[in-house]
T-cell receptor, first 111, second 118 residues
């Protein structure tokens, strides 16, 4: 089975940088995804890592260390609209494209 | 707009009843996934279909069933409803070759169906 841990809540200031961590344990790893979800809305895809290292996409970056079972999502130049839940999800190799999601981290951006 | 459509948007029904949720995937996507999201459980994978065939199963109750039709739309049937079944039900779709191994194949989520069981 899988176990995915991420902080429940975080608060940061507009314009700042915030890092959301995710640790996972899995019997077979085939990629890690980050999704953003505003309250009551659908999750939207942010990033994907399958190899170790940093993937940068505009204000968002995601890092993966497979040996440590660890990933983080880095959000720069925070904006009020970044207030949302951020979901870490792991894809297990033997289950096709099935994703197992963490409980999510609620990020509150304050002015 | 992800291109995935779900109907209805809201559904209110009584315990013991049966409902059907419908999902149309993005054009060209062969895989459809169903998820349940409740306040205390987070986003839970229920089941995946690929080109009409069941591909993977999660913690789906026996009271729940799904199918994918030749036109690739999918339906999730929930029966003998209980209060605890109240949740947001999301459908997602992806491009997904037969093995699903390698590549991003990110899932695109529909707007969800909010089910309230009273």
């Amino acid at each position: 089975g899988q176990n995915i841990d991420q902080p429940t809540e975080m608060t940061a200031t507009e314009g700042a940088i915030v890092q959301i961590n995710c640790t996972y344990q899995t019997s077979g790893f085939n990629g890690l995804f980050w999704y953003q979800q505003h309250a009551g809305e659908a999750p939207t895809f942010l990033s994907y890592n399958v190899l170790d290292g940093l993937e940068e996409k505009g204000r968002f970056s995601s890092f993966l260390s497979r040996s440590k079972g660890y990933s983080y999502l880095l959000l720069k130049e925070l904006q009020m609209k970044d207030s949302a839940s951020y979901l870490c999800a792991v894809r297990e190799q033997k289950y096709g494209n099935k994703l197992v999601f963490g409980a999510g981290t609620i990020l509150r951006v304050k002015s | 707009d992800s291109g995935v459509t779900q109907t209805p948007k809201h559904l209110i029904t009584a315990t013991g009843q049966r409902v059907t949720l419908r999902c149309s995937p993005r054009s060209g996507d062969l895989s459809v996934y169903w998820y349940q999201q409740s306040l205390d459980q987070g986003l839970q994978f229920l089941i995946q279909y690929y080109n009409g065939e069941e591909r993977a199963k999660g913690n789906i109750l026996e009271r729940f069933s799904a199918q994918q039709f030749p036109d690739l739309h999918s339906e999730l049937n929930l029966s003998s409803l209980e209060l605890g079944d109240s949740a947001l039900y999301f459908c997602a779709s992806s491009v997904d070759p037969s093995g699903g191994l390698g590549g991003t194949y990110e899932q695109y989520f529909g707007p969800g169906t909010r089910l309230t069981v009273t």
